[in-house]
C-alpha cells in the first residue's frame, strides 16, 4: 500500500508558493534545499530518480514542511540509510561500506556525510542504482509520519482501462484504504465485505455481510487490534498477485476459500457521480457527497435547490461516508451554506501561528436543519466539514468516528526528475481549535454498520438520520 490512499487525493489544492533557482555548487550546499516550486502544468516525462533528486527533496522538506524548521533532520537521513541497506540485503548484495555515517545534527554537514556514503555505496552495485534511490527517498518521506506527505512516482494505469474503470479485487470492507493506509488502529473487528463493486468479488459471489476471517492465510485482527494483512484487500495496479480469502456467512453458516485475482473491472456508473440526490419521507433532502471536488459545493446546492422546486423540504441528510475529502475550498463554502460568521477551521505553523479559515458569507443559507452521515472514510476536507458542523452546532453527526487524516492542507513541489512531492506547511485545528489529524470527529450518534445489517441491505445510519429529522 502506499500513503493514504483516499477516493480524493487528486482532488487536492494544487496551490503551492516556493521560489526556483538553479542548483548551486556542493560548497552551497545548505541553500540547495530549498529549491522546490509547485508544478506548473502536467509534468514532463519522470526521469531516474537520482542522489540529485534526493538532496532536493530532503531540503525541499528541511524547508518548507510543517515541521521542517524544529525537524532532527537526521530522522531523514537515518530512514533513508536503514531502508537502503535493506534493499541491498533483499538483493543479496550487501556491500561492506553500507555503514551508517556519524551524523552530527548540522544539515548539511549531514547531508555531505550520507551523500558520500551513499555514492560509495551505489557505485558497487550500479544495477541497483534506480532501485536504491527509490527506496531511499520513499523511506525518508514516510519518516515524517504525516498522513498528508507523500512522494508521486511511477503512476501507472492498466493498459486496457476505460474512465471509470476501477481496479482491484471489486470489494469494500468496513476497514478501507483510508485507514489501512492512515490510521489503522482505529478499526474494529469483524472485518466484513460491505460493498460488491465487481471484478473477481462479484464472480466469487461474494456478498455484503460476508465477514473475513483471514487474508493469505492471516487474521486481520489479533487482541482486536488490525493488522496488516488487511492491507491485501486494496492492491494498487500494477499488483497482480491473487489473495486468498477465508469467508463466513453468517446467515447459513456457511465457511469457504477463495483466491481473488486483482484486475479491472467496470464499476457502477452511479457510483461515479460526486453528487446523488433524491428525497426521501416527502420532505428531507438527501444528498450524497463522494469528494471535495472543484465545484461540488454549488452542485450540493443545485441538488437541494431542485428537491425544493414546489415543495417544503423539512431537513437535508448530507451523506459523506467514504468521502476522502479534496479542496478545503469547497468544504468551506459548503459549511457556509449552514452558518454565517464562523470560523470553520485554523491553519497552523509548528510554532502556533495560525490562520483562520471563515465561511464565505456570499453562499445563501439552506435554512434547513442538517443531519451529516460520516464514517471512517470521511477524511481530510471531510473532516473539516464534520468538525465545522459539530463545533459550530449547525447539524448533527450520525455514524461512526471519521477517519482522522487531516494532518493539513498539502502543497506540491516539483522535483527535478519530474515527480512531485507534496506535503503541508500549516497543520489543521478545527474551529474548537482541536487537532483531528489520528483522532477524528466523533458522531453526534453512534450508529455502526453491522455485518448482519450490511447482509440485510439496512442502512441503520440513515434510518438514525430520518429519526431526528422528522422528531
Request: aromatic share 6%; proline share 7%.
Amino acid at each position: 500500500m502506499t500513503a493514504v490512499r483516499i477516493l480524493a487525493a487528486g482532488l487536492a489544492l494544487a496551490a503551492a508558493t516556493a521560489c526556483t533557482a538553479p542548483p548551486p555548487p556542493r560548497a552551497q550546499a545548505s541553500t540547495a534545499g530549498t529549491v522546490c516550486a509547485a508544478p506548473r502544468g502536467a509534468p514532463a516525462a519522470e526521469t531516474t530518480t537520482t542522489i540529485d533528486v534526493i538532496e532536493q527533496a530532503y531540503f525541499c522538506i528541511l524547508g518548507n514542511y510543517y515541521g521542517g524548521a524544529t525537524l532532527d533532520a537526521r530522522s531523514l537521513l537515518s530512514a533513508g540509510f536503514a531502508a537502503l541497506t535493506q534493499e541491498l540485503n533483499r538483493n543479496g548484495r550487501d556491500v561492506p561500506e553500507a555503514g551508517m555515517p556519524a551524523l552530527t545534527g548540522d544539515r548539511t554537514s549531514d547531508w555531505t556525510a550520507f551523500e558520500a556514503a551513499y555514492r560509495r555505496i551505489t557505485d558497487q552495485v550500479p544495477g541497483l542504482r534506480d532501485k536504491l534511490a527509490v527506496v531511499t527517498l520513499e523511506a525518508m518521506v514516510a519518516s515524517l509520519g504525516d498522513n498528508h506527505a507523500r512522494w508521486t512516482h511511477d503512476v501507472e494505469r492498466p493498459p486496457d482501462a476505460y474512465e471509470g474503470d476501477g481496479y482491484g479485487l471489486g470489494l469494500l470492507a468496513n476497514v478501507n484504504g483510508p485507514q489501512v493506509d492512515g490510521n489503522p488502529g482505529v478499526a474494529l473487528p469483524p472485518l466484513f465485505v460491505t460493498t460488491v463493486q465487481g471484478g473477481a468479488a462479484r464472480a466469487a459471489g461474494l456478498r455484503p455481510g460476508d465477514i473475513i476471517e483471514s487474508v493469505d492465510g492471516s487474521a486481520p485482527f489479533i487482541d482486536g487490534k488490525a493488522t496488516p494483512a488487511i492491507a491485501a484487500l486494496y492492491p494498487a495496479y500494477p499488483e497482480a498477485r491473487s489473495v486468498r480469502l477465508r469467508l463466513l456467512r453468517q446467515s447459513t453458516g456457511r465457511r469457504w476459500s477463495v483466491a481473488l485475482e486483482p484486475g479491472l473491472y467496470q464499476r457502477d456508473l452511479a457510483a461515479l457521480q460526486v453528487v446523488q440526490s433524491k428525497l426521501l419521507d416527502d420532505d428531507i433532502a438527501y444528498v450524497r457527497l463522494r469528494g471535495f471536488a472543484p465545484d461540488s459545493a454549488d452542485r450540493v446546492f443545485r441538488a437541494i435547490g431542485r428537491l425544493r422546486a414546489g415543495r417544503t423540504l423539512s431537513g437535508v441528510v448530507l451523506d459523506l461516508r467514504g468521502n476522502g475529502g479534496g479542496s478545503p475550498v469547497e468544504a468551506t463554502r459548503l459549511v457556509s451554506a449552514f452558518g454565517h460568521g464562523k470560523v470553520t477551521a485554523y491553519q497552523c505553523t509548528v510554532d502556533a501561528r495560525c490562520e483562520t479559515t471563515r465561511t464565505d458569507d456570499t453562499v445563501e443559507l439552506v435554512g434547513l436543519p442538517l443531519v451529516v452521515l460520516t464514517d471512517r472514510g470521511c477524511a481530510s476536507a471531510c473532516e473539516h466539514f464534520s468538525s465545522a458542523v459539530k463545533d459550530l452546532r449547525l447539524g448533527r453527526l450520525v455514524g461512526t468516528r471519521t477517519a482522522g487524516v487531516i494532518s493539513g492542507p498539502a502543497q506540491p513541489y516539483l522535483l527535478a526528475n519530474n515527480t512531485v512531492l507534496s506535503f503541508p506547511a500549516r497543520h489543521h485545528l478545527g474551529p474548537d481549535r482541536e487537532v483531528i489529524d489520528r483522532i477524528g470527529v466523533p458522531p453526534d450518534h453512534h450508529v455502526p454498520l453491522t455485518p448482519q445489517d450490511a447482509a440485510a441491505g439496512r442502512d441503520p445510519a440513515l434510518a438514525k438520520a430520518l429519526t431526528l429529522l422528522n422528531e
